[in-house]
């Protein structure tokens, strides 16, 4: 990386886009009954305006994987960019549900031109001693993004007016995608990326990067069972909450927006497997918090369980792309996938030990899965040691 790209510019270019892109996500998430009562339609129909950009993410994102291991990658962002913000106003514009419904899953299409594309930019580009730190602050605009989506869409303007909540992101979105083009590091000349070989399986089956795919669905899986099934704890006994308060408590969620960064650079001084075992222990411990019944304690919890995420996810991401030398984007789109589908079976099983145990069932699942990351973190510790 040339010195007329300080980090601290480059760490603002990287989360000013992520975070538009994630808060393009996530807008209609908080105005689902709005939409519902909108468009005259049931709850499964209306929480496809969500659903449909998850679908578009998990389809497009190993083809834009690939697409980044063989061609310039700042085309692709602004690309990108431009059809995200586009789909936006589409979708502000849409006067039926099946049309914004279709505009959202432009938007999930073209999602990853955005993000994988991006993370393997940085990964090729970045130098390997200032790549922790820049994974940190995009793990960091993840957790903004998706704040400021449900915020934008529920709060900053009244859920009535939610078609204005996707004229402002596509607006940030379109004013973050081209501040990236202009000032993201040129990529380096030559002709090693038209070389580069590598296919899916070969970044899929190496065990050194496996492992790490693995830590990024398992720490996903118990992030996503913790915010999904603790509002309906906390509603009921002993703590009979209001969904107000339910929600206050979500502003724990913050708490990753500086742990990216730290995390990055923890990993820097102690090793990503030293970073990925206490994030794990971490975020055991919040896991133990959230059984002691008292509101206290469900603060504490929250900011533990964020702490000890962002931690095992930073360190995940910055330990993969120190391992890779060609394919990154394809191991990053590998990453990602994981990442989601961890979150989806989460949701699901411990739905399933939440009916038939309660909250103690998901601590319990969820403190399984830990060993995920904690086993993980411990083998990489182990290879420092040999190396």
Request: hydrophobic content about 55%; aromatic content about 10%.
């Amino acid at each position: 990386m040339s010195t007329s790209h300080p980090l601290s510019r480059l760490q603002w270019l990287v989360f000013a886009l992520v975070s538009a892109v994630f808060t393009t996500v996530y807008i209609p998430q908080p105005v689902l009954p709005v939409l519902r009562r909108t468009f005259g339609v049931g709850e499964g129909a209306a929480s496809m305006a969500v659903s449909a950009v998850v679908l578009g993410i998990a389809l497009a994102n190993l083809p834009f994987g690939a697409l980044s291991d063989r061609v310039a990658i700042r085309p692709i962002l602004l690309t990108g960019g431009l059809v995200v913000a586009g789909a936006g106003v589409a979708s502000a514009l849409a006067p039926t549900l099946p049309l914004l419904v279709a505009a959202r899953f432009v938007q999930g299409l073209f999602v990853p031109a955005l993000t994988t594309c991006l993370a393997a930019h940085l990964a090729r580009e970045v130098p390997a001693d200032r790549l922790n730190v820049v994974m940190g602050s995009y793990v960091s605009a993840t957790v903004v993004g998706g704040l400021a989506g449900r915020l934008l869409g529920g709060f900053v303007f009244p859920p009535e007016h939610w078609r204005w909540a996707f004229f402002v992101a596509a607006a940030l979105l379109l004013a973050a995608t081209l501040a990236a083009y202009a000032g993201l590091p040129a990529e380096r000349q030559g002709g090693a990326r038209a070389a580069e070989t590598v296919r899916f399986r070969d970044v899929l089956l190496r065990h050194d990067l496996f492992r790490l795919y693995c830590v990024s669905a398992g720490a996903f899986f118990v992030f996503s069972s913790v915010f999904n099934y603790l509002p309906f704890h906390l509603h009921g006994a002993p703590f009979h909450w209001s969904t107000r308060a339910v929600t206050l408590l979500y502003l724990s969620y913050v708490v990753g927006i500086a742990m990216g960064p730290l995390a990055g650079r923890l990993s820097n001084r102690i090793g990503n497997g030293t970073a990925m075992v206490a994030g794990a222990v971490v975020f055991g411990g919040g896991l133990a918090v959230t059984l002691i019944p008292a509101g206290w304690a469900m603060a504490l919890a929250l900011g533990l369980v964020c702490a000890g995420f962002f931690t095992i996810h930073a360190s995940a991401a910055g330990a993969l792309n120190r391992k890779l030398s060609a394919g990154r984007g394809r191991a990053n789109a590998c990453y990602v996938l994981f990442y989601y589908l961890g979150g989806a079976a989460g949701i699901t099983l411990s739905g399933h030990a939440y009916h038939r145990a309660g909250w103690h069932g998901v601590v319990a699942l969820a403190a399984m899965v830990l060993l995920v990351p904690l086993s993980t973190g411990a083998m990489e510790m182990r290879g420092m040691a040999k190396g």
